[in-house]
Nanobody, 125 residues
Framework: QVQLVESGGGLVQAGGSLRLSCAAS????????MAWYRQAPGKQRELVAS???????????NYAGSVKGRFTISRDNAKNTVYLQMNSLKPEDTAVYYC??????????WGRGYWGQGTQVTVSS
């Protein structure tokens, strides 16, 4: 009933930029927090950045220390979409990036977390 679809991954040289998008669709009543995670080969999935809903135009964002100052998370509630602007990319940013969102569906009227299928980001040195 609910789908999260990521796009924007790819291969980029170190120092380059990519913008990831994640669009939610389905029987959505509302979306609370949204976030990006990543998982590198042989490593656990880790939180990259998150953004609250806040119920206003002011959102609270949170970043992993390793990406602070280089990545920016944002959202467009009208499009049910969250973005991750990644600048000054490093080889260690190479991973599969996953979108996560806490979504309240029309059918249940309670929220739970949903995951996208992931998009590969590869940064060459």
């Amino acid at each position: 009933q609910v789908q999260l679809v990521e796009s924007g991954g790819g291969l980029v040289q170190a120092g380059g930029s990519l913008r990831l998008s994640c669009a939610a669709s389905g029987s959505i009543f509302s979306i609370n927090a949204m976030a990006w995670y990543r998982q590198a080969p042989g490593k656990q999935r880790e939180l990259v950045a998150s953004i609250t809903s806040g119920g206003s135009v002011v959102y609270v964002t949170n970043y992993a220390g390793s990406v602070k100052g280089r990545f920016t998370i944002s959202r467009d509630n009208a499009k049910n979409t969250v973005y991750l602007q990644m600048n000054s990319l490093k080889p260690e940013d190479t991973a599969v990036y996953y979108c996560n969102a806490e979504i309240i569906t029309i059918a249940t009227m309670w929220g739970r977390g949903y995951w996208g299928q992931g998009t590969q980001v590869t940064v060459s040195s």
